[in-house]
T-cell receptor
Framework: AQKITQTQPGMFVQEKEAVTLDCTYD???????LFWYKQPSSGEMIFLIYQGSYDQQNATEGRYSLNFQKARKSANLVISASQLGDSAMYFCAMKLMYSGGGADGLTFGKGTHLIIQP | DTEVTQTPKHLVMGMTNKKSLKCEQH?????MYWYKQKAKKPPELMFVYSYEKLSINESVPSRFSPECPNSSLLNLHLHALQPEDSALYLC???????????????FGPGTRLTVL
C-alpha cells in the first residue's frame, strides 16, 4: 500500500516570499502519479499540479512548481511569491497508475496548514 | 470548465432521517468518487464509480448507499446515520483514461453534514 507523509503541520510565511511544502511518499510500484491540492476554509479541494513517476521534467503551473526527487521519494511543492490568498490547507496525494487504466482513489497526506502573513 | 457541483452545501439531519447528497459534472468524465473528510483530517475514499458501475467500495457501512443514475450524476443516500458520520462529504470526477495517465480528480465544494 502506498503512503504519503507531510511533516509540516503548519507554516507561517511572509507575503511575497517563496515557500516549500514537503511531501515524501512510499510505494514499491514503479508507475504512479503525485498531486497537490489546496483546500481553503470553504472546503473545496482545488487541484494545483501533477507529476508522473516517469516524467523527466519537474512540473510547473504558474507560481507552482513541483520539486520531484525520485530517488529520495520526495515531491515538494514550491510556491513562488506567496500571496495572502495562498493561505489554506495543502494536501499531497498519490495514485497508482495501471497500464489497463481504471479509476482509483487518491491517498492523501495529513496536510500542511499554510498561513501567509502581510 | 472543471466544475463539479454538489447539493446541498449544508445538511443537518437526525439519526432516523433519510436524506440524499447530489453531485453533478458536465465534463464528460466517466469516473466519479465519494470521499469523507473529518475535521482536520485528509479525505478518505468511500466509493468509486467507473462507467456508471460501482468499482470500489472501501468497506463503507450500509447506511451509506451510493447511486450513479447516469455518467453525469452521483448520489449518496443516507439512512440511520450516527453522530460520528458528521463530516464534509466531497465528490470528485475524472476522465478514467484507459491508458496510464494523470487522470486528475476534480472536486466539488462538498456538503457539510451534521448528524444530531
Amino acid at each position: 500500500a502506498q503512503k504519503i507523509t507531510q511533516t509540516q503541520p503548519g507554516m507561517f510565511v511572509q507575503e511575497k516570499e517563496a515557500v516549500t511544502l514537503d511531501c515524501t511518499y512510499d510505494t514499491s510500484d514503479p508507475s504512479y502519479g503525485l498531486f497537490w491540492y489546496k483546500q481553503p476554509s470553504s472546503g473545496e479541494m482545488i487541484f494545483l499540479i501533477y507529476q508522473g513517476s516517469y516524467d523527466q521534467q519537474n512540473a510547473t503551473e504558474g507560481r507552482y512548481s513541483l520539486n520531484f526527487q525520485k530517488a529520495r521519494k520526495s515531491a515538494n511543492l514550491v510556491i513562488s511569491a506567496s500571496q495572502l490568498g495562498d493561505s489554506a490547507m495543502y494536501f499531497c496525494a498519490m495514485k497508482l497508475m495501471y497500464s489497463g487504466g481504471g479509476a482509483d482513489g487518491l491517498t492523501f497526506g495529513k496536510g500542511t496548514h499554510l498561513i501567509i502573513q502581510p | 470548465d472543471t466544475e463539479v457541483t454538489q447539493t446541498p452545501k449544508h445538511l443537518v439531519m437526525g439519526m432516523t432521517n433519510k436524506k440524499s447528497l447530489k453531485c453533478e459534472q458536465h465534463m464528460g468524465h466517466r469516473a466519479m468518487y465519494w470521499y469523507k473528510q473529518k475535521a482536520k483530517k485528509p479525505p478518505e475514499l468511500m466509493f468509486v464509480y467507473s462507467y456508471e458501475k460501482l468499482s470500489i467500495n472501501e468497506s463503507v457501512p450500509s447506511r451509506f448507499s451510493p447511486e450513479c443514475p447516469n455518467s453525469s450524476l452521483l448520489n449518496l443516500h443516507l439512512h440511520a446515520l450516527q453522530p460520528e458520520d458528521s463530516a464534509l462529504y466531497l465528490c470528485a470526477s475524472s476522465q478514467d483514461w484507459p491508458t496510464t495517465s494523470a487522470d486528475t480528480q476534480y472536486f466539488g465544494p462538498g456538503t457539510r453534514l451534521t448528524v444530531l
